[in-house]
């Protein structure tokens, strides 16, 4: 009964990551990442991501591939997502704004030479943008995972991945290609 929507679904997601594979830029831009990351690592900085709903969930994916292992049995590798202190988010929203969770915990954990990942399908998350601006005052590096326009945050980022679609499973799909390339190949710039 739903064979075909269960094709065209697969197949909007192979053409997104065909549309990626093709894009020389991108992949340029994936390799560029993945070693500013792994200097980042290497110079004793960390790797802090954030995004909302989904793209949380995302952020908090990445995060564990560091920390934990992605292929090889190595040391961790500092990366956190900004959203898992609950106590803190909750106190921030209620006490400020759900604006300002992310900026405030670039203020409380963002040092020069750190990474700030930051994941928004629309590319305009207000509170993803205010950290990127923070995130950039304190000379971090701001990197953008977006979707095809992406949003506000194409203009506050130094490394932009905005996924070529505009339907939000297809750009979190991607997310996650593009996320997991970056991590493999950190791990092996850095355990090869």
Known sequence: MYEDKIKNIIQ???DTKAAIL????????????????????????????CGNG????????L??????????DREPLPAEALHTNTSFLTAV???????????????????????????????NSKNCVLAMKEAMKREMLVIAFTGQG?????????LLF??????????????????HTICELVEEQLFA
């Open 12 to 14: 909007a997601s192979i």
């Open 22 to 49: 093709a894009n020389g830029e991108m992949i340029a831009l994936i390799e560029q990442a993945a070693a500013q990351i792994a200097d980042a690592f290497r110079n004793g900085n960390k790797v802090l991501l």
């Open 54 to 61: 989904g793209s949380a969930a995302d952020a908090q994916h």
């Open 63 to 72: 995060a564990a591939e560091f920390t934990g292992r992605f292929y090889k």
């Open 93 to 123: 929203a209620n006490d400020y704004s759900y604006d300002e969770i992310y900026e405030r915990a670039i203020k409380a954990h963002g040092k020069k030479g750190d990474v700030l990942i930051a994941i928004s399908t629309s590319g």
């Open 150 to 158: 992406g949003g506000t945050m194409k203009e506050n980022c130094h």
């Open 162 to 179: 905005n996924m070529p679609s505009t339907d939000t499973p297809r750009i979190q799909e991607s997310h996650i290609l593009v996320g």
